[in-house]
Nanobody, 121 residues
Framework: QVQLVESGGGLVQAGGSLRLSCAAS???????MGWFRQAPGKEREFVAA????????AYADSAKGRFTISRDNAKNTVDLLMISLKPEDPAVYFC???????????????WGQGTQVTVSS
């Protein structure tokens, strides 16, 4: 059973930055990885994804230009650097793992437990 553990969430002022990190219990070099978020009363939504090699990335429109996804296959981790955080960004952010970019951006096979991001105005 693959386990994904997120960290790095917290409270930040609008315009500030946070770096989320996700550690996997398995070797990740064969898997695409991604981040989703879910705000209260809303459906979980895709944020960003990165291919197994790290050469390809994908972002939701809301994340483009502000969020950067990266990975370290030697450490089996994936990070999400978020800058210029906005009042609409607060949510529980979930790490995800899937066999391909298509899978990880739509129906990931594995999820983390989530980490809360709160933005104060």
């Amino acid at each position: 059973q693959v386990q994904l553990v997120e960290s790095g969430g917290g409270l930040v002022q609008a315009g500030g930055s946070l770096r989320l990190s996700c550690a996997a219990s398995t070797r990740t070099f064969n898997y695409a990885m991604g981040w989703f978020r879910q705000a209260p009363g809303k459906e979980r939504e895709f944020v960003a994804a990165i291919s197994a090699s790290g050469r390809n990335t994908a972002y939701a429109d809301s994340a483009k230009g502000r969020f950067t996804i990266s990975r370290d296959n030697a450490k089996n981790t994936v990070d999400l650097l978020m800058i210029s955080l906005k009042p609409e960004d607060p949510a529980v952010y979930f790490c995800a793992l899937g066999n391909t970019m298509v899978v990880v951006t739509t129906t990931p096979g594995y999820w983390g437990q989530g980490t809360q991001v709160t933005v104060s105005s």
